[in-house]
């Protein structure tokens, strides 16, 4: 999915809208400025276009986000939500040391897998299984 295909989906709450293009085997969505209430409501349809795109990998890049609440962490994983549903996978790019506090203290880190940059966001790590079968009592 590409930036073209989505031009309906812009935000018009920000002056800088997300910026949505093709890297490596991922579709990446940039996302810029605050990452508030007002965001969330402007930049959802756009992110739920990409979500129900056909790319197995969402990268989130958050290196142009200033600022990032409670309901951009809703935001967030609405998306992985989305995406996981059909089957893809979800990561962010974040070096901000606040948002990944935040992803930590929210414990969030596991479900959103930040990376530093894009290229490390493209290695894909195995997920770990829903339910995992819990282990065998071995009596000795």
Same mark, same amino acid.
Do not use: W
């Given at each position: 999915?590409?930036?073209?295909?989505?031009?309906?989906?812009?935000?018009?709450?920000?002056?800088?809208?997300?910026?949505?293009?093709?890297?490596?085997?991922?579709?990446?969505?940039?996302?810029?400025?605050?990452?508030?209430?007002?965001?969330?409501?402007?930049?959802?349809?756009? $992110?739920?276009? #990409?979500?129900?795109? *056909?790319?197995? @990998?969402?990268?989130?890049?958050? %290196?142009?986000?200033?600022? &990032?609440?409670?309901?951009?962490?809703?935001?967030?994983?609405?998306?992985?939500?989305?995406?996981?549903?059909?089957?893809?996978? $979800?990561?962010? #790019?974040?070096?901000? *040391?606040?948002? @990944?506090?935040?992803?930590?203290? %929210?414990?969030?880190?596991? &479900?959103?897998?930040?990376?530093?940059?894009?290229?490390?966001?493209?290695?894909?790590?195995?997920?770990?299984?829903?339910?995992?079968?819990?282990?065998?009592?071995?009596?000795?």
């Amino acid at each position: 999915m590409r930036q073209e295909t989505l031009s309906e989906y812009t935000c018009e709450a920000s002056e800088r809208p997300p910026r949505v293009y093709g890297f490596g085997h991922a579709v990446v969505v940039e996302l810029h400025g605050d990452i508030d209430l007002v965001a969330f409501s402007g930049s959802a349809p756009l $992110l739920d276009a #990409v979500a129900a795109g *056909p790319e197995a @990998l969402v990268i989130v890049d958050l %290196t142009q986000v200033d600022f &990032l609440d409670c309901s951009g962490l809703s935001l967030l994983m609405r998306i992985r939500r989305r995406v996981t549903a059909r089957g893809g996978h $979800l990561r962010l #790019v974040c070096t901000q *040391p606040m948002m @990944l506090r935040m992803l930590r203290v %929210t414990r969030l880190t596991t &479900l959103l897998k930040p990376a530093p940059t894009l290229s490390a966001a493209l290695v894909d790590e195995p997920e770990p299984p829903e339910n995992p079968e819990p282990p065998e009592n071995k009596e000795t």
